[in-house]
């Protein structure tokens, strides 16, 4: 028995993909964004998405472009685009991932994000299996969405370039005003 060819769709910031296809890995990397994959063991299919923030201010004006970067909006476009494909809302299960506070300064984003996610699927009342956020490293995600199997490692902290010191020019480096 030969193992089918893995077929792998990778998403960013403000997509999301819902397929049914065995041998289909959805990716993503993560840092304080959010994915939730959502699963219907039964259809055997899912999705997943990867959001930034939670929610836009209040009178914030934003393109179609720009709100698919908030969960509200990710979450919605997730879920309608599973049932389109034959899931069902009262079966599917959500997994959380994401939600790194990596950037010292930021406010805890990261944080705020996955607190966000949590509220909207307990209001939509959609079960939550598996949550993996917080922390300070990055996410390199991987879910199987024909039979639910996720795969989720922190990426181990690289450390930055040391700066680069400025090049004096040639000629001793003396300053000519004028």
Do not use: W
């Not at 819902?18 to 289909?24: C, I, L, R, S, Y």
């Not at 993560?30 to 930034?52: K, T």
């Not at 939550?128 to 300070?136: A, E, K, M």
């Amino acid at each position: 028995m030969s193992m089918a060819p893995v077929r792998r769709i990778p998403i960013i910031q403000g997509e999301h993909v819902v397929v049914g296809e065995a041998g289909t890995v959805i990716s993503t990397v993560l840092g304080s964004c959010i994915a939730v994959c959502l699963h219907d063991a039964e259809a055997r299919l899912g999705g997943m998405n990867h959001f930034l923030l939670g929610e836009p201010q209040q009178d914030q004006q934003l393109s179609a472009i720009d709100l698919q970067r908030y969960g509200v909006h990710a979450m919605e476009l997730l879920i309608n685009a599973t049932m389109k494909a034959g899931g069902d809302r009262n079966r599917l299960r959500a997994n959380l991932y994401g939600g790194a506070n990596i950037i010292a300064g930021l406010g805890g984003i990261g944080s705020a994000n996955a607190a966000f996610a949590k509220r909207f699927l307990a209001t939509e009342g959609i079960t939550i299996g598996q949550i993996d956020t917080g922390g300070t490293l990055a996410r390199k995600l991987e879910f199987r969405p024909y039979d639910g199997k996720i795969r989720c490692n922190t990426v181990a902290d690289r450390p930055l370039p040391p700066p680069v010191a400025p090049r004096i020019p040639a000629g001793g480096g003396e300053i000519e005003l004028f």
